[in-house]
């Protein structure tokens, strides 16, 4: 029986480029990045796509559909992607939209060891990124092209909502740090750790 194939957010985007039309592996980077989706999946690495496309081709997901050459370019192999690569897209589409993954993120891995610095700098560590994320939220907003429906800006909608939950939070924190709600220094961390340890 054959294995189903690792799903990844490259490799759904990828399939899902390849519904919209054949095109090589450079033309899907330049897409990617011109829709900003190089947001949501990391291709900063500029052999990515191309392993994560021989990945597809392996599974039986997407295979080489032809060559073309432009002018003073070299020949690019064109992509399409398969019945099966269509269907396994749907899948992961929707097993993406139903159950959460299991992410791990940097920021609560961090968070997990403030008692490491001292409460003044975390606060001020903290502000710095609300003001980060700020920024970040504002340029989300001004790439957005005017009169674009909402159904091809939802993920930067989504991503927006989730940066200015987390400002709020930080903004709540960082209060906390500044009146002192929240703090701690090495006599209650170890206290803590011998009443709950």
Same mark, same amino acid.
């Given at each position: 029986? #054959? ?20 095109? %090589? ?17 990391? $291709?900063?690495?500029?052999?990515? $796509? ?11 997901? #997407? ?35 139903? $159950? ?8 609560? /891995? /961090? ?9 003044? %700098? ?51 924190? $960082? ?23």
């Amino acid at each position: 029986m #054959a294995t189903e194939p690792r799903r990844s957010n490259l490799g759904m985007l990828l399939l899902a480029l390849l519904t919209e039309a054949p095109m %090589h592996p450079y033309r899907m980077q330049q897409m990617i990045k011109e829709r900003g989706q190089d947001q949501i999946v990391n $291709v900063a690495q500029r052999n990515s $796509v191309y392993q994560a496309l021989d990945r597809l081709v392996r599974d039986g997901l #997407a295979r080489p559909g032809g060559t073309t050459r432009e002018a003073g370019r070299p020949e690019r192999t064109i992509y399409e992607i398969t019945d099966a690569g269509a269907a396994t897209m749907r899948r992961w589409l929707a097993e993406a939209l139903t $159950v959460p993954a299991r992410e791990f993120p940097e920021f609560p /891995a /961090a968070l997990a060891f403030l008692a490491l610095i001292n409460p003044e %700098h975390v606060r001020d560590l903290l502000a710095q990124r609300v003001e980060a994320l700020t920024a970040k939220v504002a340029a989300i907003h001004e790439a957005a092209p005017a009169g674009l429906p909402r159904l091809f800006l939802i993920e930067d909608e989504y991503r927006a909502a989730l940066l200015t939950a987390e400002i709020t939070w930080l903004r709540g924190v $960082v209060q906390d740090l500044t009146d002192g709600t929240l703090t701690w220094n090495l006599q209650l961390i170890q206290d803590t750790l011998e009443e709950f340890g």
